[in-house]
């Protein structure tokens, strides 16, 4: 009788697919666009009042106005934003800036997700309130997700920098 041993796949890329490598390099720089994007918007008048409601509610941020102006704190986050997103980009040459810069957008993403319980009308009134989410409450829940993608850049990140 013979014995077939059979290899698990392991996450540190031992064995890894075309559809492997596709889908990290769509899930890092699907990333990496999203908050550049995001980050670029915030040179807006639009955007800079956008987020206003959210940071002006929030007991951990709302401060920020006393020092900054709206438009003042909207172009701070935003270069904030573009530099994580250049430095989540960077992976393939400088892995230990990527590991850093993922764990900057972690703390963007958390700092967004506390919007869902500081922000009045995250919660449909009309349709009884929260869980249905309102337009912002909708806004907000995606950063769930975005979280998600930032945790694992990082890992990549850092499987990257224990292979050199």
């Avoid at 892995?95 to 449909?124: M, Q, R």
Wanted: a positive charge; proline letters at 4%; aromatic letters at 8%.
């Amino acid at each position: 009788m013979s014995t077939t041993t059979m290899r698990p796949r392991i996450a540190s890329g031992a064995t890894t697919t075309g559809v492997d490598v596709a889908a990290g390099l769509l899930a890092r720089y699907g990333l990496v666009v999203v908050i550049a994007w995001i980050g670029a918007l915030k040179f807006t008048s639009y955007e800079a009042n956008g987020i206003q409601p959210l940071v002006a509610n929030s007991p951990l941020m709302s401060w920020l106005y006393n020092i900054f102006s709206v438009q003042a704190f909207s172009a701070l986050l935003g270069v904030v934003e573009i530099a994580v997103a250049l430095l989540i980009a960077i992976k393939p040459v400088a892995p230990k800036s990527s590991a850093i810069g993922s764990v900057l957008a972690i703390g963007l993403f958390l700092a967004t997700i506390s919007f869902l319980f500081t922000t009045p009308g995250v919660g449909e009134a009309s349709a009884g309130g929260f869980p249905v989410l309102s337009s912002t409450g909708q806004f907000l829940i995606k950063d769930v997700a975005l979280l998600g993608l930032a945790a694992w850049t990082l890992a990549d990140a850092l499987n990257s920098v224990e292979r050199r």
